[in-house]
């Protein structure tokens, strides 16, 4: 359907990618109104084609009827060519890969004017002068010349993220907008196109489920915008809108990303095309599935494993291994060094990790007492004293450094010596397990750790309302109801609308452990609450869930209830500015790590930052 100059484009530059072009140039004048050129280096159409080309209908990418049912290409109905023709002026200028000679005709109003042979080289060019010239009711609709040019850098950006493959080139009034390399990585595209900032910000998609493959990149919270503009979903390269795959993205995403915001997202979802109907919309932005339950999962696994994975990779929270407290630690040194296993050096040259206790190699001119026949007995009567604490890595194992340096003759390992600077690693494992190191409080609202040469910055209030938000869900969906009394019960006055939220959800309320009641037309008695266990308004809390649950009236039920326990957890949150001691800090950590789902808070933003040494060192100029 041609409407505008972007659809020209569309439809000419899809026609080019279905004639295996590998090189696309798209060039306007005046928003493509008045001037459009598409040059490619595809097959080219043979001679006795291109008249049969600007007929309606015809097409040579449907060669019999059964192909209608697992279309592949970009186009297929044989319209686009013989409809631009008919509101424009057209140049078009071929040569086929089997021919030795090229093609050129002009055709104006749908009339073929000439046709004559020209010298070209393989692949197509056509220009397109005067859009609706001959048709003035619809030229009058068309849009200034940088909004419709705007309309066209929109196509050529869908069409080149979903081919990486094709180098494409956009140039309106002769600049280049948009250049892509063509060399087949999505991430080099997404850089050509919007540049460093989501460039490294975005995580690779690669997933495959139900015979459905899920590739493309998503873009981390710090990219996300407050619309879908910057949603990409193809099928099978095709650029399409889907409420199903918007469905699986918003499920996937809502607890990673603040409420009412988008993530950035290229999403190829490539299937047999037997299972979906491309041909049920004029320009072919709708498809229907046979079975869109399989397509949501597909992309909902994809979406959801690929944030997990990254969170598991840069959270603290997956790398610190919780430790009661450093006592343990060192009555397990003074054990070690009571029955013998251990040693006080005189003068030490080297640190190792030793089976979870750093240690120190000591060098001597003297007779070695310890050797590499007799580590494993070490080893042994190490974990012996280790075993039964949980919070301490007790797996038999030495780094390979050390092994290495105990089988040189030269050197004489007379002791080993126990260092209060504790850190636990285990070789063997993918993840070692860390002990990281409390730094402090600032601005009475973050707290700061760090772990071997990276500091984190923990934000409070996030952590403790994603904590509290999985003790009240748990609960909320237990047969366990858990309520505290008030000592005076709080009464809440509320609007007509308020009132009836109330009484349609007043299932909700109880479950989460409100004692509620009626009192009077438009008020209601709180006499008990979630029991929580901090000093809450509770009156301004359950204002803010009405409201919560107002914004969510006509969604799914799933939808209110994680509206409502998300926002009880957040108001019930420590906030900023409230002032912890060190245990509650560090006890505040330590339940954090117990969680599956630390990363974020229930409303998306993130729990903690991470800082490099790296990243500081640049910042004082020392890198």
Known sequence: MVDRPASIVKELVENSIDAKATNIVVEIKNGG??????????????????????????TSKIRKEEDLATITSMGFRGEALASIAAI?????STKNKNET???????????????????????????????????????????????????IEDVVTRIALANPLISIKYINNGKVIIQTSGNGNLKDT??????KDIYNNVLELNYELNQIKVTGMLGLPLVSRSTRMHQFTFINSRYIKDKTINSAIDKACEQKYAINKYPFIVLNVQMNPSHIDVNVHPAKL?????????????????????????????????????????????????????????KQPEVSNKRYDFGGIQVNKLNSIEEPSTNINNYQSIVDEQNKLIEGNNNINSQNVIKDEIIEDLRQPKVNVTSLEYTENVQIEDVNQEKPSIVYQYIGQVFDTYIIIQIKERMYIIDQHA???????????EAYYSKDKQTQLLLIPVLVELTTKEMEVVNNNMEMFEKSGFMIEVFGDNAIKISGVPNIGYDIDYKSMFKDIIDELLGANKTQNSEKEFRFLATLACKAAVKGK???DQKEQIALIEEMVKLDNPFTCPHGRPTAYEISKYEIERRFLRK
Not at 88 to 92: A, E, I, M, Q
Not at 112 to 122: L, N, P
Not at 297 to 319: C, G, M, Q, V
Request: no cysteine; net charge negative.
């Open 33 to 58: 109104i008045k001037y459009i050129k598409i040059i490619d280096n595809g097959v080219g159409f043979a001679s006795d084609d291109v008249e049969l080309a600007f007929e309606r209908h015809a």
């Open 88 to 92: 424009s002026k057209v140049t078009l």
């Open 101 to 151: 000679i090229g093609t050129r005709v002009y055709v104006e109003a749908g009339n073929i004017i000439s046709k004559e042979e020209v010298a070209a080289i393989t692949g197509t060019k056509i220009e397109i002068r005067d859009v609706f010239y001959n048709v003035p009711a619809r030229f009058k609709f068309l849009k200034k010349d940088h909004t419709e040019a705007g309309y």
């Open 190 to 195: 997404i850089y050509d196109i919007f540049g």
């Open 286 to 342: 709708e498809v229907k599935f046979d079975d869109e339950s399989k397509v949501f999962e597909a992309i909902y696994y994809a979406i959801k494993s690929a944030l997990d994975e990254h969170d598991r990779l840069t959270s603290p929270f997956t790398n610190i291994k919780s430790v009661d407290n450093v006592d343990k630690i060192n009555q397990i040194s003074k054990d070690l060094i009571n029955n013998g296993v251990i």
């Open 463 to 473: 952590a403790h309302e994603r904590l509290l938000y999985e003790q009240i869900k």
């Open 578 to 580: 409230m002032k912890l």
